[in-house]
Nanobody, 123 residues
Framework: QVQVQESGGGLVQPGGSLRLACSAS????????VGWFRQVPGKEREFVAG????????YYADSVKGRFTISRDNAKNTVFLQMNSLKPEDTAVYLC????????????????WGQGTQVTVSS
């Protein structure tokens, strides 16, 4: 399985921006769809954004459409999540999954999970 590591989280004011990175190790995920999820304590993990192996197709949760952009650099085995116009409700641990299944319903992560990176949006 692909091992992933997330980075780039932090504390940001409402309206601010952050760029998260998901790096693969052990095996490339350049032929996989990859997804970002987020989790708040006491709530279920929530799909945020996904990208096909070529980068030609992207998927977003309604709550982040128009604010977040997912992209990938297969040469660097890395997927990015650019988050703009951040809101307090975006506060969560953001996790990456290197094997995303998109089958009509909500995308699910089939691969292993990293530790995640904390994003806190607060004034």
């Amino acid at each position: 399985q692909v091992q992933v590591q997330e980075s780039g989280g932090g504390l940001v004011q409402p309206g601010g921006s952050l760029r998260l990175a998901c790096s693969a190790s052990g095996r490339s995920f350049s032929r996989n769809s990859v997804g970002w999820f987020r989790q708040v304590p006491g709530k279920e993990r929530e799909f945020v954004a996904g990208i096909s192996w070529s980068g030609g197709t992207t998927y977003y949760a309604d709550s982040v459409k128009g604010r977040f952009t997912i992209s990938r650099d297969n040469a660097k085995n890395t997927v990015f999540l650019q988050m703009n116009s951040l809101k307090p409700e975006d506060t969560a641990v953001y996790l990456c999954n290197g094997d995303l299944l998109v089958a009509g319903g909500t995308p699910v992560g089939l691969g292993s999970w990293g530790q995640g990176t904390q994003v806190t949006v607060s004034s």
